[in-house]
């Protein structure tokens, strides 16, 4: 049983059948609906191969007619059920063979599985596999293969199935008779010759096949002779004997390549890919309310591959079947009406028209008259659109109020003032911002040793221009696998040329940034790996740190491995003596700092330098520094260690120079050790220390200090300070036992600073601020 339904929703209207005039209503096999001008077909025996076609709808009332697009139904007999057919094919191990399906021709592609008599699948693999054209393809066969039930189950569909039988017998006298069996260099079994093309339309999917035949079987690899192979737009199937676009694109066009390969040698195959596009719109014309007198501009361009041919038409005529008005002209798609009148009023279409298909749009003109004045009265009109309902307030009846505005709410809204005479509108428009979609078909061009072409197509920037692109890049062989940003370009540019570093592997996304903030990322690319090669730079910070006797311990800041350029990186240090060792350098290779070198000597100076080396060379020429090895202690302490009185709390130490021979390292100083430690400068053969205490019994000696340590002290040096001044009592306590004497009592200070003569007494009365001090001397 068919069902056929054509729905057309309007008060009146008409049906064209391939250009002609149709009336369904005289048609006694179609239902024609009363309130509309849908009609449809229930068929339960007989053809319906007389309503096949392309069906309009024009639709009228007093303001024009509207078309609708175009409505196409194909018939086609249903599927037979093939007479069973046996085939039989005798054939010797590792030929080639291909079994036949052979389904019934269908607008509708059929469902084919290759069963058993047991309805099991038949096994697939690199060597047995089932193309697209439902043969089943034996790249060499085996005595496995030998059954009686091979069987092509082909299913459509309206769940009819078509049975082909095919027996694969094995041939057991040529067995015997040529028991070696040959290698065979591959063949192409599908298709065949050494190139094929394919015209597709954007937006559809595409599978390149490659079926070769050989023993062993053929290994399958596929690239893109024109550019680099997207992992991401693309993908493989049946053991890589398919290429699979999905949702095709027009940067997909190019010549691709199959290339089938065994131990006997390789056939290849080039695929010539053609993306076309049917049109679709870049500008609509807008529908508009106009008065007498005004000019009208209807904008209409598509565009496409190959590009469409755009035409009008008025209430459903073509313009050049429409007498000539001068007020009327179409220049590159757009439709201009001068000095427009009410007779102008009516439904105006745009069609685009390519070889792959064509789409029509209506426009509706409304000229009307002025009215008179009168009293307004404010009627809200929102209109349903594809989107969720949402609440809206009115404040006096006047205001709208849109809350917690989202994408959804961008648009024009209009308010309508309706009379019984005429009619007022006022629009506003919403427009809102957000961060960019991210940018899209991101590809790798212009691949060289140190760059690589980076291009990508701008995603929606949600009325924000985007400012920059973000470029960042990911090494795919570095354990730690994290995003790292690589370079930034201006908002108005869609490829760069990035700068890659060697022996790394790479692949890139973008970044779209507007005012508002950054995109999500883009889908990465596929991987792409730059060739080895020496070292660009040599490691820096090359110094000494040498700190044992007798060593040499040379060091520097490690180099980032992305510097190393290439296998096999390693430090090639070398040094030699800057006074006595000649021209000759010691040279020995390192994965890492620092190197240590023993028995050079205390405090000898070095000529020392780092170079960066790999597999593939060595860096430039580095720069020498020079570097001392490790300080041993000093061997002799001062000699000739005298001191000289300054004052009661300071003294003056000096000393004979010392021998620099004995320092054995870089003199930092000589330390002087009394009661406590102090260090002069090294220059210094004399110190004065301060602070002593007066009247003290002194114990002095000097030692000399370097970068490893203090030497051996001086002999001891005994001194005396002279006395100083006293300090004041420890104590001092008052008893009065009547109101004309008083006993003082108190203790001795805590630093006499020499021998006490004696203690000098010092009063007056306290009332009297300008009484003398008396003094009173006590022994």
């Known amino acids: 049983m068919t069902y056929l339904f054509l729905i057309c929703f309007i008060g009146r ?183 094929s093309s394919y015209l597709v339309l954007s937006g559809q999917n595409l599978d390149l096949e490659c079926i070769a035949q050989g023993l062993p079987s053929p290994k399958i690899q596929w690239i893109r002779k024109d550019g680099v192979l997207s992992e991401s737009r693309t993908s493989k199937d049946s053991y890589d004997r398919v290429l699979r676009f999905k949702n095709i694109s027009v940067s997909d066009s190019g010549e691709y390549q199959c290339t089938a390969t065994n131990l006997q040698g390789i056939i290849t195959h080039t695929y010539s890919v053609t993306v076309e596009a049917a049109p679709y719109w870049t500008k609509e014309p807008k529908s508009q309310l106009y008065s007498p007198g005004e000019t009208v501009k209807l904008e209409c361009k598509a565009d496409g591959i190959p590009s469409p041919e755009v035409t009008w038409s008025i209430n459903g005529n073509l313009l050049t079947d429409i007498d000539p008005d001068p007020r009327r002209s179409v220049k590159h798609g757009v439709l201009t009406l001068k000095n427009v009148e009410l007779s102008d009023t009516a439904v105006y279409q745009c069609k685009a028209v390519n070889k792959h298909s064509s789409i029509l749009i209506n426009a509706y003109v409304y000229v009307i008259g002025k009215g008179i004045f009168q009293r307004l009265f404010f009627v809200v009109v929102l209109t349903k659109t594809k989107y969720k309902s949402r609440i809206l307030y009115m404040i006096d009846e006047s205001t709208l109020i849109i809350p917690d505005v989202k994408e959804e709410d961008e648009g024009t809204y209009t308010c309508e003032v309706i009379t019984t005479l005429d009619i007022a509108e006022a629009s506003g428009s919403i427009t809102v911002v957000d961060r960019p979609d991210p940018p899209t078909q991101i590809q790798m061009t212009e691949p060289k040793e140190r760059s690589v072409t980076l291009s990508w197509t701008p995603g929606d920037d949600h009325n924000s221009p985007v400012l920059e692109y973000l470029i960042e890049f990911e090494e795919t062989e570095y354990e730690r696998k994290e995003w790292e940003e690589l370079s930034r370009v201006s908002g108005n540019r869609q490829r760069t040329t990035l700068s890659l570093k060697p022996f790394l592997s790479y692949r890139f996304r973008v970044i779209a940034i507007n005012d508002i903030g950054k995109s999500d990322p883009s889908m990465y690319t596929d991987v792409i790996s730059t060739p080895a090669a020496p070292p660009d730079s040599n490691p820096e910070g090359v110094r000494s740190d040498s700190i044992d006797p007798g060593t040499l311990l040379i060091t520097w800041k490690e180099m980032d491995r992305r510097s190393f350029n290439g296998p096999g990186f390693e430090y090639k240090v070398m040094w030699r003596k800057v006074l006595g060792s000649g021209p000759s350098w010691h040279i020995k290779s390192i994965k890492s700092p620092p190197l240590i070198i023993t028995d050079v000597g205390n405090f000898s100076a070095f000529e020392i330098k780092v170079q960066a080396v790999n597999e593939m060379g060595e860096g430039p020429e580095p720069k020498s ?140 009365q306290g009332a009297l601020t300008d009484s003398l001090i008396h003094f009173h001397q006590a022994y």
């Not at 007479?83 to 291909?98: A, H, I, L, Q, T």
């Not at 260690?641 to 320092?663: C, F, M, N, Y």
């Open 625 to 764: 520094t020079i570097g001392y090895s490790g300080e041993d202690y000093p061997l002799e302490a001062p000699l000739n260690v005298g001191v000289d009185l300054i004052s009661s709390t300071a003294i003056k130490v000096v000393w004979a120079p010392i021998k620099r021979e004995t320092v054995r390292g870089r003199l930092q100083g000589y330390k002087v050790i009394y009661c406590h430690v102090r260090e002069g400068k090294p220059s210094n053969i004399s110190f004065v220390l301060g602070d002593l205490l007066p009247y003290s019994h002194y114990a002095l000696s000097v030692s000399v200090i370097n970068n490893k340590g203090e030497g051996p002290q001086s002999d001891p040096l005994t001194f005396h300070t002279p006395e100083g001044v006293p300090g004041p009592p420890s104590s001092l306590l008052l008893d009065s036992p009547s109101e004309t004497e008083m006993i003082l009592h108190w203790t001795p200070p805590s630093q006499p600073n020499g021998i006490l003569k004696g203690y000098i007494l010092r009063y007056q």
């Open 13 to 195: 209207f008409r049906w064209v059948k391939d250009g002609v005039e149709f009336d369904p209503s005289k048609d006694p096999e179609l239902s024609v609906s009363r309130d509309s001008g849908t009609f449809s077909l229930t068929a339960k025996d007989g053809p319906i191969h007389q309503y096949q076609g392309r069906y309009n709808c024009y639709a009228s009332n007093v303001l024009g007619t509207a078309v609708s697009n175009e409505a196409r139904i194909v018939t086609e007999n249903t599927p037979t059920l093939q007479k069973e057919k046996k085939v039989s094919k005798k054939v010797e191990e590792g030929e080639s063979v291909v079994l036949p399906c052979n389904p019934p021709n269908s607008t509708v592609a059929p469902v084919i599985h290759w069963m058993d008599k047991k309805l099991r699948h038949i096994q697939q693999n690199e060597r047995v596999i089932q193309g697209r054209d439902g043969n089943l393809y034996f790249s060499h066969v085996t005595e496995a293969d030998s059954r009686d039930d091979y069987t092509c189950n082909t299913q459509f569909p309206s769940a009819r199935i078509i049975v082909l039988k095919v027996w694969l017998n094995y041939n057991n006298s040529a067995l015997m008779t040529n028991s070696v069996v040959r290698n065979r260099r591959p063949q192409m079994m599908r298709p065949t010759g050494p190139s």
